[in-house]
């Protein structure tokens, strides 16, 4: 991902709560003997027993995350392979109306992280069933409402076979968080203050994040 200078996060931390509040990823891998690479949206959480500090470029943090085995993308995939994970946060369009000036042309400010890394296949039944699990309960926590999911394990077995489970460990990542920086200060208020006062949640959540930089 090419990233200008400018729009490069200003912590670690922007990326890391980019991928938790936005945990659906695409994740594309190449694809021998294919037209296009493989790309697949799933789930990814970091893995809860390996969620330590995290570095400047995530590098070493491993990240949990399944797929339907009947998909080609499970089928293609093996032990060792290098993969893309991209994780796409609020973004909104930026009218050239909101810079009170002329000329000026319109652009689309948003922000995403891609995680580069490696592919380890779990086959395990029971790994299979721990990746399910801590996925329900990040997202449980995160954006549920704490649902109980041990009455429903049995089911979670029966369809177990379904799933492709896989541990990504990231070898380096980029974020991109293009929030008009470019803009002077009082132009870059102005978009903050218009996405503000959007009935859009994707504007106020671009906002919210525009306010987070200054």
């Not at 995680?115 to 926590?141: N, P």
């Not at 968080?177 to 803009?183: N, Y």
Request: contains cysteine; glycine residues 8%.
């Amino acid at each position: 991902m090419f990233v200008p200078a400018f729009y490069r996060q200003p912590e670690t931390s922007w990326m890391v709560d980019l991928i938790r509040n936005n945990p659906l990823a695409l994740m594309v891998a190449n694809s021998a003997g294919q037209d296009a690479p493989f790309a697949t949206h799933l789930p990814v959480i970091p893995d809860p027993d390996a969620d330590g500090p995290w570095a400047p470029d995530l590098s070493g943090t491993i990240l949990l995350g399944h797929m339907n085995r009947a998909n080609p993308h499970w089928r293609a995939m093996e032990t060792g392979d290098s993969a893309l994970l991209a994780f796409t946060g609020p973004h909104a369009y930026v009218s050239p109306t909101v810079y009170e000036r002329s000329p000026a042309a319109p652009t689309w400010n948003f922000t995403s992280v891609h995680v580069r890394g490696s592919i380890v296949k779990i086959e395990d039944t029971e790994e299979t069933l721990h990746v399910v699990k801590s996925t329900v309960r990040a997202f449980e926590k995160d954006f549920g409402a704490d649902w109980d999911m041990e009455e429903s394990l049995g089911y979670f077995r029966q369809i177990l076979p379904g799933v492709g489970a896989f541990r990504l460990t990231v070898s380096g990542a980029d974020g991109m968080f293009k929030l008009s920086q470019e803009q002077e200060p009082e132009v870059r208020d102005r978009v903050r203050r218009d996405f503000g006062r959007r009935d859009c949640g994707r504007h106020r959540e671009t906002a919210a994040l525009m306010d987070r930089l200054a």
